[in-house]
C-alpha cells in the first residue's frame, strides 16, 4: 500500500468515527445542559465552594465567576510549580524559576498548554497530575460553559439570564469530561500509553552509555490533552513520543479526540435552539475548512520536490516513520484548527507552505471546529459577522435565530474578531524590533520571522504548539506570551457573554421573507468566504514575510 493511499484511509476511518459519535454525543450534551436535576456529587461540589446551582446568572455575573475562578486557577497552579522543591512526588525536581512558573500557569488556565519547559525533566508526579492534568479538565468546562452560554442567548428571548456558570462547569467535567476521559485512557494503556507513579530510572541506549527516565500517570493526562483540547505533553516531545503515542492507532485516535467535542458541539448547538439544520449549517462549514486544510497539507508534504522527498516518498523530515507523512498531516491540521497544540510531528520542519497551513489554521480563529466551546462561540460571532454582511451586500435584514443583530451586537463581534490579531501582530512587531527576542532565533531570514510570528499566534490564539528552533525559555517571551494567553482567552469572552446577554434580552424576530435562511448551503458558503476573507486581509501582509516567501523560495 502506498503512503498516499494509507493517509486517505485513515482520514476516511476517522471522518467515519467522527460521524458515528456525532449525533448521541451532540444529543447528550444538550440534555446535560438543559437538565434541571443535580446529581448527588455535583451538590456536595456546590455546597463546598458555597454556590446556588438553581440561581440564573446575567452576563456580568456569569462573567465574573469564569474570571475569578480562572484567577483562582493561575494562582493556585503557580503557587503549586513554586513550592514543588518540597512536594513529595516531585522526583528531586527544584521549584519552577517566577517566569517560566507565570508562563505554565497562564498557558494552562487559558487552554493554551503552551510549553518552556521539559516535562520529564522539570515537572514531579505532583505538579504534573494535582496541577496540570486538573486544569486540562476545568479549562475546557469553562470553555464549554461560555459557548453554552452563547447557545442560550440565542435560544432565550426577553430575560437577561444565561444560566449559571458553577452549574455548567460543574456539569461539564463530571458528566462530559470525565466519563470519557477514563473510557479514552483505557483505550490508550490498551494501545501502551503508559500508567504509574515510578521515579526516575536509567535505561540503556542503542548506541552505548544510558540515559535516565521517569514514568508519571500519562494515559490519564495524555487523554484529556486531546479530549479537552489542551495540547500540553507529559514529556518535551509531546504526542511524538512512543511513552505517549506509541502505535499508528492510538495516533488515530488522539486525533478523533481532539475532534470528538468541538465536532459535536454544533450538534448540541442545533438541538438547544430547537433547530438541528442550523447546527449543520455549522458543522458543513467547520468540516469543510477542515478536510481542505488536510487535503492541502497531504499534498504539499507528499509532492513536495528535491532528492531526499523523492526517495522517502514525501517530505518526512521530523516525522515519525511509524505514523508517516499522512498520519503526521492529519494529525497536525487537526492539532491547530482546534486549541490542541499537540505536536506528533515537528511543526518547523514541514515544507515552507505546511509550515503556513499550519499557523493559517490557528490564524482562523480556530473555529474549524476549533477547541473546545471555544470553537462553537468563535464560529457563531463569525456567522453574525456573515449576517451582518450579507445585510449590506443585498438588503436581507439582520437577523440569525430569530434575534435582530444591530450596532451592539457588531460592535461586540467587531471587538471579538480584532483581539487576536492586534496581540499577535504587535507582540511579534516589537520581537522583531528588539536585539533579545531576536538572539533566541536559530534561523534567519523568513523561517525565523515564522518562528516568532507562529509564537505568538500560538499564544494569543490559545494554541500552544510551537514551530520549535525558537528557545522561548526567556525572561522575554516567557513573560510576553503568557500574557499574549491570558488576553487571548479572556478578553474574547468578555465579548461573547456580553453578546449574549445582549441576545437573550431581545424578543423573537419572525421571519418574512426578507429574512437571510441561515440553514441553507448559501449562507454556509457565505460563512466560510467570510472568515477567509477576514482571515486572508488581516495576517496575508505577515504570512507574506513569513512561511509564504520561504514556500516559494524553495
Not at 501502551?192 to 493526562?221: D, K, Y
Not at 489554521?361 to 471546529?369: D, K, N, R, T
Amino acid at each position: 500500500m502506498s503512503p498516499v493511499t494509507a493517509g486517505v484511509l485513515q482520514l476516511l476511518a476517522l471522518i467515519s468515527a467522527l460521524a458515528l459519535a456525532y449525533r448521541p454525543l451532540g444529543d447528550y450534551m444538550a440534555r446535560v445542559y438543559s437538565s434541571e436535576r443535580h446529581y448527588r456529587p455535583e451538590k456536595w461540589i456546590y455546597r463546598a465552594i458555597g454556590a446556588n446551582p438553581s440561581a440564573s446568572m446575567h452576563w456580568p455575573a456569569y462573567l465574573r465567576g469564569v474570571l475569578a475562578f480562572s484567577a483562582v486557577s493561575v494562582l493556585f497552579l503557580y503557587a503549586l510549580q513554586r513550592l514543588q522543591g518540597v512536594l513529595p512526588g516531585s522526583l528531586g525536581f527544584v521549584s519552577i524559576d517566577p517566569d517560566q512558573a507565570f508562563n505554565t500557569a497562564a498557558s494552562f488556565v487559558s487552554n493554551t498548554n503552551w510549553q518552556s519547559y521539559y516535562g520529564e525533566q522539570a515537572m514531579g508526579h505532583v505538579v504534573q497530575t494535582g496541577g496540570l492534568a486538573v486544569q486540562n479538565f476545568l479549562s475546557a468546562a469553562v470553555g464549554m460553559a461560555v459557548a453554552v452560554a452563547l447557545v442560550r442567548g440565542f435560544s432565550r428571548s426577553r430575560t437577561g439570564g444565561l444560566g449559571n456558570f458553577w452549574t455548567d462547569l460543574v456539569r461539564g467535567t463530571v458528566r462530559i469530561l470525565l466519563p470519557i476521559a477514563v473510557i479514552g485512557a483505557l483505550v490508550l494503556v490498551a494501545c501502551g500509553v503508559i500508567q504509574n507513579f515510578s521515579g526516575i530510572h536509567e535505561v540503556g541506549r542503542f548506541a552505548g552509555g544510558t540515559q535516565q527516565w521517569n514514568g508519571g500517570a500519562v494515559a490519564s493526562q495524555e487523554v484529556i490533552k486531546e479530549l479537552g483540547t489542551n495540547g500540553g505533553g507529559y514529556f518535551n516531545a509531546n504526542s511524538a513520543h512512543p511513552f505517549e503515542n506509541p502505535t499508528p492507532f492510538s495516533n488515530l485516535f488522539e486525533i478523533f479526540l481532539i475532534l470528538l467535542i468541538p465536532f459535536a458541539l454544533t450538534r448540541t448547538f442545533g438541538r438547544m435552539v430547537g433547530n438541528l439544520r442550523q447546527g449543520y449549517a455549522i458543522l458543513a462549514t467547520m468540516a469543510t475548512i477542515w478536510i481542505g486544510f488536510t487535503a492541502l497539507m497531504m499534498w504539499t508534504e507528499f509532492a513536495h520536490h528535491g532528492p531526499a522527498p523523492e526517495i522517502a516518498g514525501g517530505a518526512m523530515e521530523g516525522k515519525e516513520t511509524r505514523f508517516g507523512i499522512g498520519g503526521s498531516s492529519v494529525f497536525a491540521v487537526a492539532t491547530t484548527l482546534t486549541s490542541t497544540g499537540a505536536v506528533n510531528s515537528f511543526h518547523s520542519s514541514y515544507t515552507g507552505l505546511g509550515g503556513g497551513i499550519t499557523m493559517l489554521g490557528m490564524q482562523l480563529g480556530e473555529i474549524a471546529p476549533g477547541g473546545v466551546g471555544s470553537g462553537l462561540y468563535g464560529m457563531l460571532v463569525m456567522a453574525l459577522i456573515a449576517v451582518f454582511i450579507a445585510g449590506l451586500m443585498v438588503g436581507r435584514t439582520p437577523e440569525y435565530l430569530g434575534k435582530k443583530i444591530g450596532t451592539r451586537q457588531i460592535k461586540f463581534a467587531a471587538c471579538y474578531i480584532l483581539i487576536t490579531p492586534a496581540l499577535v501582530l504587535c507582540f511579534t512587531a516589537v520581537a522583531m524590533a528588539l536585539p533579545t527576542p531576536a538572539d533566541s532565533m536559530t534561523n534567519s531570514g523568513a523561517h525565523g520571522f515564522s518562528e516568532i510570528l507562529y509564537a505568538y499566534t500560538s499564544g494569543a490564539n490559545n494554541n500552544g504548539s510551537a514551530f520549535a528552533g525558537l528557545n522561548a525559555d526567556t525572561q522575554w517571551f516567557n513573560t510576553t506570551i503568557g500574557i499574549a494567553m491570558l488576553l487571548g482567552r479572556f478578553l474574547p469572552i468578555v465579548f461573547v457573554l456580553a453578546l449574549a446577554g445582549s441576545l437573550a434580552g431581545q424578543p423573537p424576530v419572525p421571519a418574512t421573507a426578507g429574512t437571510l435562511r441561515t440553514d441553507k448551503p448559501l449562507y454556509a458558503g457565505l460563512l466560510l468566504g467570510t472568515i477567509i476573507v477576514l482571515t486572508g486581509l488581516t495576517y496575508f501582509p505577515a504570512l507574506a514575510l513569513g512561511p509564504l516567501a520561504e514556500g516559494l523560495a524553495s
